[in-house]
């Protein structure tokens, strides 16, 4: 054990629930508290995950507000606070790539930057500003190979300056469980329906219209289908819309946001992931966890996970027919989904386990100091 304790500084936009975030929820619960004392700083606004952070013993704050622009020059009211937590290392996490590394300079503190997924489409101005406002970063973690290809192409980032720390996820929460039939009961859903599903939040790169015109057309060869995503977002509203011009009204349920993933995941039959782009989805890590066979868009580091074949199906992100197409073969074959999500199971456990990238972050942190 290290004489003092090493202080990590975690900065990034909000805590609101989604993939980045809930990684970063996991990392900072999950850290050794005899090693390590560890802050957490949003700059947006705090989130669902904020509260239950802190009721595992994190210290979270919400940083002063920024004038717009000018903390790309001096961050002035947010180095205040960092000064104030005197941190050993700063740990910026996507989309505060830049204010941090500002603040990394100002104060001499070194700086570590997890891109845990780019936007879609990613802009050419973001690109050159995060490449320049980095240079001096002194590591960039990509959370899967594909995306560290990505980040050496577009950023042009010497090869050494980035590694790959992947995802991870408690294993021990997310596992395959009989269905739980009072939840289906409480969703409205009956016992021998069968569910596909989705986790994730209601925005564009998540492609859930590509899911509901797929789902129609599944719907109209197994009547008894029914689905379900789970989340919440700013594109609700358009997807309700387009919910009840499809006639989905009485098939499908959008239950808004939950904390009971685990159980949720325990209802579907299958999980499906549309985005038009992925890091190293969580939600996807968390259905493979419980031996849920995917079907998911073949982008970003879905392509990692899935195994074409073998533990689900890779899909174009606008093929809406191949969508519909895997689908009813998982739907009509149980043998074979039963097999992919057995298959599932073992490559989280053999990659992806929340044990082993704590353990890979808390040996960066060292080898910083």
Known sequence: MLKDRITIVHLLLCMETGGAETVVSHLITSTDPQVFRVVVITLCSRGALADQAEKKGA??????????????????????TVRKVKPDIMHSHSGCGP??????????????????GRPYPDP????????????????????????????????????E?????????D????????????????????PDQKVVGSVGRLNQVKNYPVLLHAFRDVAAKVPEARLLIVGDGPERGNLER?????????????????????????????????????????SLLEAM??????????????????RHGQTGFLVKPDDVHSFTHHILSLLNNRHMAAGFGENCRKVVLERYRLGLMVEKYERLYEQMI
């Open 59 to 80: 210290r979270v704050i919400m940083a002063a507000p920024m004038i717009r622009g000018a903390s790309l020059i001096y961050p002035y009211s947010l180095i205040a």
């Open 99 to 116: 204010t941090a590394a500002l603040v990394s300079r100002c104060l001499g503190v070194p700086q570590i930057h997890t891109e845990h």
């Open 124 to 159: 050419r101005w973001m690109i050159e500003l995060e490449r320049l406002y980095c240079l001096r970063t002194k590591k960039i973690v990509a959370v899967s190979p594909l995306l560290k290809e990505y980040l050496h192409k577009a950023f042009r980032w010497p090869d």
């Open 161 to 169: 300056k980035v590694t790959v720390i992947e995802n991870g996820i």
């Open 171 to 190: 294993t021990g929460h997310f596992l395959p469980r009989p269905k739980p039939f009072g939840l289906l009961s409480e969703l409205g859903f009956q």
């Open 242 to 282: 387009l919910i009840d011009r499809l006639g989905l009204s009485k098939i499908c349920l959008l239950p808004g946001e939950r904390f009971d993933i685990a159980d949720l995941l325990s209802c579907m039959d299958i999980f499906v992931l549309p985005s038009w782009s992925e890091g190293t989805s969580m």
């Open 289 to 306: 966890a419980c031996a849920r066979p995917v079907v998911a868009s073949c982008v970003g580091g879905n392509q990692e996970l899935v």
